[in-house]
C-alpha cells in the first residue's frame, strides 16, 4: 500500500464530511418549493424550473441516512428526514400506488410512470434510513414497495424485472431510463439496482419470501446478464433475455462485481457466495485489464473490438467511485496486489482530476484533456451524492475492518 491505511482512510473521511456531505447541505436545499433543487450547473447556478427526481431524491435520502448511522450526527439526520418528508409528500402516488418518476419544481408529478430502478433506489433508502434511525414507518414503506415490485414489475415467464409501467401499472412502450439508454424490456442497469435495494431490504427485514427473490435474482444474473466468459454485464435485453446490445460499461462492471458479492454475503448462501467471488474476480480482472487509462482512471465504456471512447464525457465521475471499491473489493477477495494498486490509483486520479476542491462535490467528468466538463450539471437527476458518498463509506468500512482479506475458494 503507497499509504499506510490510516492515511487514506483520513483523505476519505476528509473526502466525505467535508466535501460531499457538506456540498449537498449547503448549496441544495430547496427553500422556496420544499426538499432539494433538481439542477445545479458546473458554475453553481441553480436552475429555475428543473424537475426533480426520484432517483435524486432517493439517494440523498440514502446518503444522509448511512451517514448519521456511521456518525450519528443531528444535521445528517435533518437531511435524511428532508428527503423523507419530501418523498412522502410528492413522489407517492396516492390513487394507484407506488412513486412517480419525476416532479416538476413544485412537487407536481410531471413524469408519472412506474419506474422500476426508481422504487429500487426508494427501497434501498427507506431501508437504510430504517436501518440508521429504527422508524417503523420507513420499514414498512420499504416493505410495501417491495411488494409492488414483485406484483407488478417481475416476469413469472422468463424471471428478471421489467423495465417501467405507466402510471397505473400497465405495460407501456416507453421504457428507457433515459435518451441514452436504450428502449428494451429489460436491462443490467434495473437489475444491479434491484439486487442492491433488496440487499439493503433483507439486511433488516428477514423475510423468507425476499430471501427466495434475492437468491433468484443473483441467479437470473450470473445465467442471463453476465456473459459466458463471466467478465462484462451484457447491457439490454429483450423479455426472454436475448441480448440487444454490444457496448461494454466499465463502471457498471466493476460496480457489479461487489454489489453481486454484497448481496450473496448478506444472503448467507455460501455456495452462491463461492459462484459470485469467483465471477466478481475474473469481472474485476476483465475491467483492470481493459479499462483502465495509464493514469489509473477507469474509460466509461467500449465496444466489443475494444475501441474506447475517449472522446469527451469519457470518464464520468461514476465509474471512478465503483473502481476504488470493485478493484479493493477484488484485493480482499485475493490478495492480489495488482487490485489494491488500482484501487489506490483510482482514488488518486479521482482526487486529482474528479473531485472539485473550490466549490465541493465532484465534476461530472472530465474531457480528453483532463479538464472538467464545463456543461454538465454538477446536481441533477442523474448527478446525485451516492456513488461517491458510498465509495467513502465503503472503504471507511473495509479499511477499518479487522480483516482485510477474505478466503476465497
Given at each position: 500500500?503507497?499509504?499506510?491505511?490510516q492515511?487514506?482512510?483520513n483523505e476519505?473521511?476528509e473526502?466525505?464530511k467535508g466535501?460531499?456531505?457538506r456540498?449537498?447541505?449547503?448549496?441544495?436545499l430547496d427553500?422556496?418549493?420544499?426538499?432539494?433543487?433538481?439542477?445545479?450547473?458546473?458554475?453553481?447556478?441553480?436552475?429555475?424550473g428543473?424537475?426533480?427526481?426520484?432517483?435524486?431524491?432517493?439517494r440523498?435520502?440514502?446518503t444522509f441516512a448511512?451517514?448519521?448511522?456511521?456518525?450519528?450526527?443531528?444535521?445528517?439526520?435533518?437531511?435524511?428526514?428532508?428527503?423523507?418528508?419530501?418523498?412522502?409528500?410528492?413522489?407517492?402516488d396516492?390513487?394507484h400506488?407506488?412513486?412517480?418518476?419525476?416532479?416538476d419544481a413544485y412537487?407536481?408529478?410531471s413524469?408519472p410512470?412506474k419506474?422500476?430502478?426508481?422504487?429500487?433506489?426508494?427501497i434501498?433508502?427507506?431501508?437504510?434510513?430504517?436501518?440508521?434511525?429504527?422508524?417503523?414507518?420507513?420499514?414498512?414503506?420499504a416493505?410495501?414497495?417491495?411488494?409492488m415490485v414483485?406484483k407488478?414489475?417481475?416476469d413469472p415467464?422468463?424471471?428478471?424485472?421489467?423495465?417501467?409501467l405507466?402510471?397505473?401499472?400497465?405495460?407501456?412502450?416507453n421504457?428507457?431510463?433515459?435518451?441514452?439508454?436504450?428502449?428494451?424490456?429489460?436491462?443490467?442497469?434495473?437489475?444491479?439496482?434491484?439486487?442492491?435495494?433488496?440487499?439493503?431490504?433483507y439486511?433488516?427485514?428477514k423475510?423468507?419470501e425476499?430471501?427466495?427473490?434475492?437468491?433468484?435474482?443473483?441467479?437470473?444474473?450470473?445465467?442471463?446478464?453476465i456473459?459466458?466468459?463471466?467478465?462484462?454485464?451484457?447491457?439490454?435485453?429483450?423479455?426472454?433475455?436475448?441480448?440487444?446490445?454490444e457496448?461494454?460499461?466499465?463502471?457498471?462492471?466493476?460496480?457489479?462485481?461487489w454489489?453481486?458479492?454484497?448481496a450473496?454475503?448478506?444472503?448467507?448462501?455460501?455456495?452462491?457466495?463461492?459462484?459470485?467471488?469467483?465471477?466478481?474476480i475474473?469481472?474485476?480482472?476483465?475491467v483492470?485489464?481493459?479499462?483502465i487509462a495509464?493514469?489509473?482512471?477507469?474509460?466509461?465504456?467500449?465496444d466489443?473490438?475494444?475501441?474506447?471512447?475517449?472522446?469527451?464525457?469519457?470518464?464520468d465521475w461514476?465509474?471512478?467511485?465503483?473502481?476504488?471499491?470493485?478493484?479493493?473489493?477484488?484485493?480482499?477477495?485475493t490478495?492480489?496486489?495488482?487490485?489494491?494498486?488500482?484501487?489506490?490509483?483510482?482514488?488518486a486520479?479521482t482526487?486529482?482530476?474528479?473531485?472539485?476542491?473550490?466549490?465541493?462535490?465532484?465534476y461530472?467528468?472530465?474531457?480528453?484533456?483532463?479538464?472538467?466538463l464545463a456543461h454538465?450539471?454538477k446536481?441533477s437527476?442523474w448527478?446525485?451524492?451516492?456513488?461517491?458518498?458510498?465509495?467513502?463509506?465503503e472503504?471507511?468500512?473495509?479499511?477499518?475492518s479487522?480483516?482485510?482479506?477474505?478466503?476465497?475458494k
Amino acid at each position: 500500500m503507497k499509504n499506510s491505511p490510516q492515511v487514506w482512510l483520513n483523505e476519505l473521511e476528509e473526502e466525505l464530511k467535508g466535501n460531499i456531505l457538506r456540498f449537498w447541505m449547503e448549496h441544495t436545499l430547496d427553500e422556496a418549493h420544499g426538499g432539494f433543487v433538481g439542477e445545479i450547473d458546473n458554475q453553481m447556478n441553480v436552475i429555475a424550473g428543473a424537475e426533480k427526481s426520484l432517483v435524486l431524491n432517493a439517494r440523498i435520502l440514502w446518503t444522509f441516512a448511512s451517514a448519521y448511522r456511521l456518525y450519528g450526527t443531528a444535521e445528517y439526520l435533518k437531511m435524511a428526514e428532508r428527503a423523507f418528508d419530501y418523498l412522502n409528500q410528492h413522489f407517492i402516488d396516492k390513487e394507484h400506488g407506488g412513486l412517480f418518476w419525476m416532479v416538476d419544481a413544485y412537487g407536481v408529478p410531471s413524469q408519472p410512470k412506474k419506474q422500476i430502478y426508481g422504487h429500487s433506489f426508494a427501497i434501498y433508502a427507506l431501508a437504510e434510513f430504517h436501518h440508521a434511525t429504527g422508524r417503523a414507518d420507513a420499514l414498512q414503506q420499504a416493505v410495501d414497495l417491495f411488494h409492488m415490485v414483485e406484483k407488478y414489475g417481475y416476469d413469472p415467464i422468463y424471471k428478471g424485472y421489467i423495465e417501467a409501467l405507466s402510471r397505473e401499472w400497465q405495460m407501456t412502450d416507453n421504457l428507457s431510463l433515459s435518451s441514452k439508454d436504450m428502449n428494451e424490456k429489460k436491462s443490467m442497469n434495473t437489475h444491479l439496482h434491484v439486487l442492491e435495494g433488496y440487499t439493503g431490504l433483507y439486511r433488516v427485514w428477514k423475510s423468507e419470501e425476499l430471501k427466495s427473490k434475492l437468491a433468484e435474482l443473483i441467479e437470473t444474473m450470473l445465467e442471463h446478464i453476465i456473459d459466458a466468459d463471466g467478465k462484462h454485464f451484457h447491457l439490454f435485453l429483450d423479455e426472454e433475455w436475448h441480448v440487444k446490445s454490444e457496448s461494454i460499461s466499465f463502471g457498471h462492471d466493476i460496480e457489479g462485481s461487489w454489489l453481486l458479492v454484497e448481496a450473496a454475503e448478506v444472503l448467507g448462501d455460501e455456495d452462491l457466495l463461492q459462484r459470485v467471488r469467483k465471477v466478481a474476480i475474473s469481472m474485476a480482472d476483465a475491467v483492470l485489464a481493459e479499462g483502465i487509462a495509464e493514469d489509473g482512471g477507469i474509460w466509461n465504456e467500449a465496444d466489443k473490438s475494444g475501441f474506447i471512447d475517449k472522446s469527451e464525457e469519457s470518464r464520468d465521475w461514476w465509474p471512478q467511485a465503483e473502481a476504488i471499491v470493485g478493484f479493493y473489493n477484488a484485493y480482499q477477495l485475493t490478495g492480489d496486489q495488482r487490485f489494491l494498486e488500482a484501487a489506490e490509483n483510482a482514488w488518486a486520479f479521482t482526487d486529482k482530476y474528479i473531485v472539485d476542491h473550490k466549490y465541493g462535490e465532484w465534476y461530472w467528468g472530465i474531457d480528453e484533456a483532463l479538464q472538467p466538463l464545463a456543461h454538465a450539471p454538477k446536481v441533477s437527476a442523474w448527478k446525485c451524492p451516492y456513488h461517491n458518498s458510498r465509495a467513502c463509506f465503503e472503504m471507511i468500512g473495509r479499511l477499518t475492518s479487522t480483516s482485510t482479506i477474505k478466503e476465497t475458494k
